[in-house]
């Protein structure tokens, strides 16, 4: 762990994990960028609070969490003797910084009526893509991990695949504060049955059912919390909203709005 800003250990309490460190002086710059401090505002959960009050939590816990546990996850795979070098090792924490970093307000919620046509991850792209020319080009081996390019491929499946660590996050953060103890998973058994073979992502044998465990727990979090029907209802509604403001204003009536939401009120998202 290396000295940070003045020579102070940089440590986040999360409610969650535990304490978690970050690792370096570069990773600590882009938290404190304000593409990436945008998350504190935005819900990981959407309109879900209006159903489980507790779920008030951000994007920004979200992606320190998804940090942490690869952390955990490349120190298992170095002692199992899977090679990782440490260009590659902050590639892999960067793009799960980053993974989310192109969510919009109420995150899902909006995603395809506030941008038509972009999903959260071509806009997280871009934004990887910009903080990639301010930091002098320190971030392409994350943007390759991120796209899938990379020819390890078991680093990218660690930041999106069926067993990513994007999702032990969120199952275990959104249980915790929607309080549906049904979605509550141990990441880290999960994490210390990991291994690399022929160059993917793979289980070992005796983990066979924490993985069983996690696959039943997306789907009652699915079923109680992500799905719900108020807050699925809740959701419509807002698009809705939406949908009609941008019918009036593409009538030539003005609405009481900020100059930026006014920009994506007019369609010109492009």
């Known amino acids: 762990m290396n000295s940070l800003n003045n020579n102070k250990l940089k440590v986040v309490n999360d409610?969650?994990?535990?304490?978690?460190?970050?690792?370096?002086?570069?990773?600590?710059?882009?938290?404190?960028?304000?593409y990436f401090q945008r998350l504190r505002r935005i819900s990981q959960t959407g309109l879900t609070e209006l159903v489980y009050p507790g779920a008030r939590h951000s994007r920004f816990h979200h992606a320190l969490g998804c940090m942490h546990l690869m952390q955990k996850t490349l120190n298992i795979l170095k002692r199992k003797n899977v090679e990782i070098s440490p260009e590659e090792e902050n590639g892999a924490l960067i793009a799960i910084l980053l993974h989310d970093l192109g969510h919009g307000p109420f995150s899902?919620?909006?995603?395809?009526?506030i941008i038509n046509g972009l999903h959260h991850e071509e806009v997280?792209?871009?934004?990887?893509?910009?903080?990639?020319?301010i930091f002098?080009?320190?971030?392409?081996?994350?943007?390759?991990i991120f796209?899938?390019?990379y020819h390890k491929k078991f680093l990218s499946q660690l930041v999106s695949s069926q067993l990513d660590l994007d999702r032990m996050d969120y199952l275990k953060r959104d249980s915790f504060y929607t309080g549906v103890v049904e979605g509550n998973i141990n990441p880290e058994r999960i994490i210390s049955m990991m291994n690399v073979s022929q160059n993917e992502l793979v289980i070992e044998s005796k983990g066979i059912s924490s993985v069983e465990k996690f696959l039943m727990a997306r789907m009652f979090m699915y079923m109680q919390v992500y799905m719900h029907k108020k807050s699925f209802t809740a959701e419509n509604f807002l698009i809705s909203v939406l949908k009609r403001a941008k019918e009036l204003v593409k009538g030539g009536e003005k609405l009481f709005a900020t100059?930026?939401?006014?920009?994506?009120?007019?369609?010109?998202?492009?």
């Open 15 to 34: 409610p969650v994990h535990g304490f978690i460190t970050i690792p370096n002086e570069l990773i600590y710059q882009i938290i404190q960028h304000p």
């Open 108 to 113: 899902h919620s909006l995603e395809h009526s």
């Open 124 to 133: 997280s792209l871009r934004l990887m893509q910009e903080l990639n020319q």
């Open 136 to 144: 002098e080009n320190k971030l392409s081996v994350a943007i390759q």
């Open 147 to 149: 796209k899938g390019e």
């Open 259 to 270: 100059s930026a939401f006014n920009y994506f009120l007019q369609d010109n998202e492009k």
